[in-house]
């Protein structure tokens, strides 16, 4: 994909969930998104999303007109124990994941654009947010260039028992993002 092609976000919606359902249970999804989930499992998790029940905002990366990931952003950062200390001011902050959903979409450059993006039009829209992280797997080391390349800088090392490995928290302020 072009370095040029148009960036979306558009709402995940109902219709999306086989499309989630088939990107979280490939090999290269699952390797950092745990669960192998059913399309009830899917449901059950995206569904709140969709219809605003739970404030977690989720949306389908568009890359030159394909669907080529999915993105979220969520504020309660502050209720996370593992996330809360290390984080200036948690009231404030949002954090984000992501993932691209087929393998022949990787790598191909766009990652950083999609991120830098989506913190302008989606993170950094609410007035209320100074700081965002992302946390991923300490060994996922394309997804940390990537937001290196963003601006992300490393916090520290957090082991949630929940995720496969410990993560290693970054975070990017808003004055980083819209200068």
């Known amino acids: 994909m072009a370095d ?29 998104w745990p669960g192998w989930p059913s399309l009830e499992q899917v449901r059950e998790k995206y569904t709140p999303r969709i219809s605003g029940e739970d404030p977690t905002r989720g949306f389908v990366i568009e890359v030159a007109g394909r669907d080529v990931g999915f993105i979220q952003c969520y504020r309660d950062v502050a209720d996370a124990p593992h996330l809360r200390s290390l984080i200036p001011d948690p009231e ?33 829209a609410l007035a209320e947010t100074t700081v965002c992280i992302i946390d991923p797997a300490q060994n996922n080391a394309a997804a940390i260039r990537a ?9 520290g090392t957090v082991h949630d028992p929940k995720e496969l490995e410990p993560s290693r928290v970054m975070i990017i302020g808003r004055d980083e993002v819209l200068r």
């Open 92 to 124: 404030r902050a949002a954090g984000i994941d992501l993932f691209i959903g087929d393998r022949a979409d990787a790598y191909r450059g766009f990652g950083p654009r999609v991120i830098q993006q989506f913190l302008r039009d989606v993170v950094f």
């Open 4 to 32: 040029e092609a148009e960036i979306r976000f558009r709402p995940l919606q109902l219709t999306d969930l086989e499309t989630m359902r088939r990107w979280l249970n490939s090999d290269f999804v699952a390797r950092w």
């Open 147 to 155: 937001y290196e390349k963003v601006g992300f800088h490393y916090l």
